[in-house]
C-alpha cells in the first residue's frame, strides 16, 4: 500500500512529526554512480521556506544512505534512506488532537484505521513527497547512463486565475521554470502569481493550480497495453501526491470537445524515420510511448490549512470553530514540480525495465 | 501487465479477431448467487449496435462461465469466462497489415513487441472492454449482499461541445441515462448529442466526450493513504480503458482555480453523523473515503478510426494515404458508460477487500 | 492467489467438473512460434490413463488456444487456453457432498469460503495441474529460442521404499525415464516400482514419492538475494503442487548432518572458465545460480484416495466410516515429473526476465 | 525482490557493513500496542556473540523505529526501523576483495549485478535476518491480540549427526529449548551438540543442521487452494533464510515411502468439534490450515565459511588457496530458530489477512 512500481519499486515511509521519513528503492540497476550533489539539489527544489511564497517551515532534509551503496555506487541490493524530522513544532497541533481539519485526511484516516496520528497530518502530510524526491532524482541518475538523451521537465502552468499557453509547452525550458519562486517558465506570469500568492498569505487563504510535465528523449515502445498502460501508471502515481485532483495527458480534456479529423496525428517521415505531424496523443498511443515528447497536466486543489475561521466538528461530535496555526504554504504547485518530475522519472524506469528495455 | 487489483484481481486476455476475448476474475467472495440475467444485461449495455450512434458490429457476446462457481453460486475459485468473436470481418483489415493507422496503438505496439496481430487492432481493440464489464457485474452483484446501499451510476456529461450541468450531477438517475442512446441524464442535451453524432457519421467524423460516474453508499474508510489511494486506483483503473485521456475527481480541475476558503468541505453534524456541507472533495480525502459520494469525470478522445482520407505510412517506411473500411463508432462515449461503472465496482470491492472491511 | 510469477505470470483457474480448466500466460515474450505438437506431447505427460499405473479416468485433454498468437507466433498479448472437461462422474462423487474425505482439502476449503465444490475435489483436484504442463511448455519453446543449451529434466527417483542412488542423478536422460511407466530412469527399480503399484492397487492403497529434477545449460547471474530467491521461487512454486510435501536442492536435508569442509563446493578454473570441483550447493548460492546444474527434490505423499474403508466425520458432525469410489492413482509420482519440469521453466523463464536477461 | 508477503508486507534493505540494515513493515493492524522490551528480546536470540557455540562478533542491535507508531501504538502507518552496523572489521574482509569464497554468494552475485560488495558477505550476509526478527516481533505481537491462543515454537531437532525424535516434537516448549545455547529442547542431546559444535570449532570446521516449528492453535480456514498455499507461504519464506537447503511439512520427505493407508488423517469428533485421529498432515489440507498443529522442519547447510585453507579463485580467473579470517559460526542453526518463528509469525499473519479473518 506505500509502494509504488513493480520492477523499480519505491516504499515509502514515514509521518511529518515521527523521527524521520524515509524509502527504500529495490530493483534499481547495479553500477549507477550516485552523484550525492544532485540529490539534495533534488530535494530541495522540493523544500519548504525556499521563498516567500512557501511555507516557513525549515526543514533541512539531510538525506542519509544506509544501503545499496559501495563508494557511491549502486550494487543492485535495496537502497534505503531517511531524513530526520527537525524544527518540528508539535505542539501547533495540539489542539488538533480531538477535531477534524476540513478537506484533511483528519477523519476519513480515523475512520479507515480507528486512531490516527494527529501531528502535523502525520502520514498525509506533503512532507511525505520528499522521499519521492530523492527516489526520482535517483531514477534520473540511472537515466542519465542508460538514456542519456531523456529529458524530463515540469513546470507551474497555472495558479488561480493564471494560466500558461499550452502552444508554448515545448519551448519552455527547466532553466526558465528555475528562474522564479512560482517555477512558471512565463517570467510576467509568474510575476503575477507571486503576487497572487502574496495577497492570499495576507488574506490567509490559499489557491490550486497546475503542473504540466514534458518528457523528451523517451524511445518508442515503452508501456503495455492494457492495465499497466503508461498513462495509467503515470496518473495512479500523480494522482498520489498530496492535494491532487487531476491527470490529463496530451489534449487531455480537450480531447472530449474536439473531431477525430483534428485531434489523430498522421505518421509522417522524417529524415527517414517515422514521426507524426502533430502530438495530441501526448507521446503515448494505446498504453505504448510512441516516441514523440510525452505530455500530461496534473491540477492541485487549494492547500487546505488556511489560517481563517473555519466549521468543523470534533472527534466526540461536536460543531465547532477552528483557526490552524502552524506553519502551511498558500500555494503548493512550486514545490510541486519536483515531485512530479521525480514520479515521472520512477514510472518511466520502471515501465523501461518491465518492457526489456 | 493485463491484471488489476490485489485481492481482487481480474486478469483479461483476447484480442479483437483472435477466437475469444475473456477474462479470469480471482479473489471474489465465495457465496454470492450469480445473476446471469444481471451480468446480460451489463454486457449488453457495452455492446455496440445498440442504436443508430455506435458501430454496426453486431457483437452477440454471449459469456460463459467456465470456472468458479457451483449451482450458480461462487465458491472462492477464480471465475473465469470467455466470450466467442463471431461475425468477425477479418478481410475488412487486410490492407492495414503493413501500415500504421493515425492515433492508434497499431505503430507503438510494434515497437514494443517487434510484430502486432493487426486485425481490428488486436489487443487495443475497444473489444476488451467487455470482460471488464463481465467482471464489473460481478463486482456488483456481490455489493449487492455486502453493501446493499451503494450505487454506482454514470452517464455521458459530455460530447463534443454539448455538457451537462455538474450542479446536477446529484440528481441525475440511471433511469434517466439508460432512456436514449447516448446515455445522457438530460433528454434535451441528449437529443442535441444524438443529432451532432449522426451529423458526424454523415462526414465521416467522430468525436470526444466525457463520462461522470457517481458513487453514493461507500462508508468512510475505504482506501489507502499514499500510493494506494482510491483516486489514484481509480485513474489508474479509468485510464486504462481505451481513448481515455483525462480522469478529475470532486471539483478536478477546476480547483486549480478555487481558493482554499471556497474549495474546503466544513464538517458538520446531521442528526448525529458527521457530514460536510460542501463535497467538493469528491467523497475522498488523504486517499480515503469520507462517507460522501466519490464523483469523478473521465474524458476520451474521438475515435480514432474515421472514414475520411489520411496521410500515414508503412512499415516499410513510404508515406500513404488511407481511408478505412470496417465499423467504428463516430463515438465511443455511451459505450464507456457502463465500462466506467464496472471498473469502479471493480475498484472499489478490491480497496473494500484490502482495508478489511 | 491463482497467479504464479512476476514478469511472467501464469492465472490458472477451472475445477475437476467445471465445464472447463484453463490458464492465462501473461508476459510471455512475443516472437515465438508455438510447437502445437510440443504442447500436446508435454500435456499427454500429465495425463491420467496412461498405463496400467495410473487412474482410469480418460481426458483428453484437447488444448484450445484462445489468445495471444497470430498465426501461431506470441504476439506480446497474454495467451489464454483452456481445456474442457469431458468423461466427468460427477455421480461418483454424490455420496461425498457431506462428508470430508480424509487429508483431503475438503474440510479445510470449507473452513476457508464456507461452502466448497465436493465434486471430484473441485479447485483441489490434481487436475489443476494440466494447465501448468501447457504453460510449462510454452516456456519451454520460449526458452528453445532463448536460451537453446539449457535442458530441464526431472524423473521419479523414489516410490515407496524404491531410491535411486543421487550418484546418478547426473547421468540419467529423459529418454531413460520415459522408457517407462514410472519414469524411472533406472531400468531395473522402475520395474520394482510398477510391480509396488500394481500390488497396492490391488490392495487398494496407494504410495508416496519422490521427484528429482536436472537443469543444465542456466547461465550464473539468474536469481534475487533476499526474499525471491531462485530456490524460494522453485520451494515455493514446487510446494503448489497437489500432495507435495518438501523440497530440498543441492544436498538439501543431507547437508545438516555435513561438514563445512565436506559441503563447500571448491572454484576451479576449467579451461579458461571459473567452475567447481563439486555441486553440493546444488547450482545455486545465495538465491542465485553460479552456473552449475540446477539440482532438486520434491517429496509427494500417498494418494489420499483409496478403496479401503476409512473413518471420517459427516459436514453435520457425525462419525461415518467411507470408501471411495471414483477413479484414482494409486501413486501420483511420474504424472508430478511432467508438472515439476513445467514449474521449474517457467520459475526460471520469469526469474530470467527479473534478473534483465 | 526485497520484499516478502501481500497484504502484511516486508521490505527488508541494508548490507552487513554498510551503515545500518532495517525493515519497513506495511500493511500492520493499527492500534497494536508495541512491546519494546519483546521486541528487543526476539532480537537477542537471534543476535550472534551469546554463547561460546556462536560468533564472537558482538552485535548491539538496537533497534530504532522510525515511523507508523504514535505513543507505542501502531497507526496504521508502515513501520520502518533501522539498526545501525557497529563493531565491524572491514578490514578483516580486505583479502576477500578479489576472490570467490567457496559455498558463498560472491561469484553468483558478481555475476547477476556486474559488482558486489565484499565487506562481510554484503547482503548475502545471514546479518540480513535480524529486521526479520524485529518484524516477526511485531506480527507476534499482532497475535497477542487477535489470535492470542496461536503460539509459535521452532527448536534445534539436529545438529550434524544429533538429530531429536520427531515423535517428541508436541511435547517440546519453548522454554525447554531456550534452556542452552544450542536451543535443543532435549537437554542430553543439547549437551552432545554443544560438545561436537566445539570441538568443530576447534578444528576450524562447520556444521548443518534442521529446525523444527511448531504451531498451536491456528483456526481453521487459512490459506489458499493453489499458488499461494500456506505452506507454498511458508516454504518460499524459508528458503528465503541464509544456508537453507530443504523444507518439509507435515511427515515430508518420510511421505514418500509410506502408504495412504498409513499416511491418511482419520477425521474424529472430540467434544462437539470436528479433529483428526493423527496429524501426518502437519496442520495444512489443500494448502489451507484446518486446524490442526502446522508441524515443519528446515534444513540448513554447514557454515560456508571455515578457517581451514580452500581452494578458489580469484576474479581474473586465478587458482588459488584462502583461509578464512573474521568472525564465524560452527553453526548457525540455533541463531536460525528465531529467524524461522519470526517467518512463520508474518507469513501467518499475511495469510490470516488475505484470508479475510
Redesign the interface.
Known amino acids: ?4 512500481g ?2 523499480l ?1 519505491l ?5 511529518s512529526h ?5 524509502g ?1 528503492l ?2 534499481f540497476p ?2 549507477i554512480a550516485i552523484d550525492y550533489d544532485f540529490v539534495r539539489q533534488c530535494m530541495q527544489r522540493r523544500r519548504p521556506g525556499q521563498s516567500t511564497v512557501t511555507t516557513g517551515r525549515q526543514e533541512k532534509d539531510e538525506v ?7 563508494d557511491g ?1 549502486s ?6 534512506f ?1 531524513i530526520r524530522n527537525t524544527d518540528q513544532h508539535s505542539s501547533d497541533y495540539d489542539e488538533l488532537k480531538d477535531l ?1 481539519r ?4 483528519d ?3 480515523e ?7 494527529w ?1 502535523g497530518g ?3 502530510s506533503a512532507r ?1 513527497t520528499a522521499p519521492i524526491c530523492v527516489a526520482g532524482a535517483l531514477a534520473l541518475l540511472a537515466f542519465r547512463k542508460l538514456l542519456p538523451e531523456m529529458e524530463i521537465r515540469a513546470f507551474t502552468s ?4 493564471y494560466s500558461t499557453d499550452p502552444a508554448n509547452d515545448m519551448y519552455y525550458t527547466s532553466a526558465m521554470a528555475e528562474s522564479n519562486s512560482v517555477r512558471c517558465p512565463d517570467p510576467e506570469l509568474a510575476a503575477r502569481m507571486e503576487d497572487y500568492i502574496h495577497g ?1 498569505r495576507e488574506e490567509q ?6 503542473v504540466t510535465c514534458i518528457v523528451t528523449g523517451v ?11 503508461l ?10 501526491i ?1 492535494a ?10 480537450m ?15 522524417d529524415d ?1 524515420r ?1 514521426t ?2 502533430t502530438n ?3 507521446g ?8 514523440q515528447p510525452i505530455r500530461f497536466r496534473v ?8 489560517g ?1 475561521q ?4 470534533t472527534r466526540d ?3 465547532t470553530v477552528m483557526t490552524a496555526k502552524g506553519r502551511h504554504d ?1 500555494c503548493v504547485v512550486p514545490r510541486a514540480v519536483p515531485v512530479v518530475e521525480s514520479l515521472t522519472a520512477l514510472v518511466l524506469l520502471d515501465q523501461w ?4 528495455k
Open positions: 500500500m506505500n509502494t509504488l513493480k520492477l519499486s516504499t515509502t515511509f514515514g509521518e515521527g523521527p524521520a521519513i524515509g527504500v529495490d530493483g547495479s553500477g542519509e544512505f544506509l544501503s545499496g551503496l559501495l555506487v550494487t543492485g541490493a535495496p537502497i534505503a531517511i477534524f476540513p478537506s484533511h485526511a477523519y476519513s484516516w475512520q479507515r484505521y480507528g486512531l490516527r496520528d501531528r502525520g502520514r498525509s511525505v497555472q495558479i488561480g486565475p492570499l487563504d490559499s489557491t490550486g493550480g497546475c524511445p518508442a515502445g515503452i508501456g503495455n497495453p492494457v492495465f499497466d498502460k498513462e495509467a501508471s503515470l496518473a495512479g502515481a500523480m494522482l498520489g498530496n491532487a485532483k487531476g491527470f490529463e495527458y496530451g489534449d487531455g480534456f480531447s472530449a470537445s474536439q473531431l477525430g479529423s483534428q485531434h489523430n496525428d498522421s505518421f509522417r517521415m527517414g517515422i507524426v505531424a495530441h496523443s501526448g503515448i498511443q494505446g498504453g505504448i510511448s510512441n516516441g491540477a492541485f486543489k487549494p492547500t487546505p490549512t488556511i481563517r473555519q466549521f468543523t466538528v461530535g461536536q460543531e498558500p525495465l518491465t518492457s526489456g
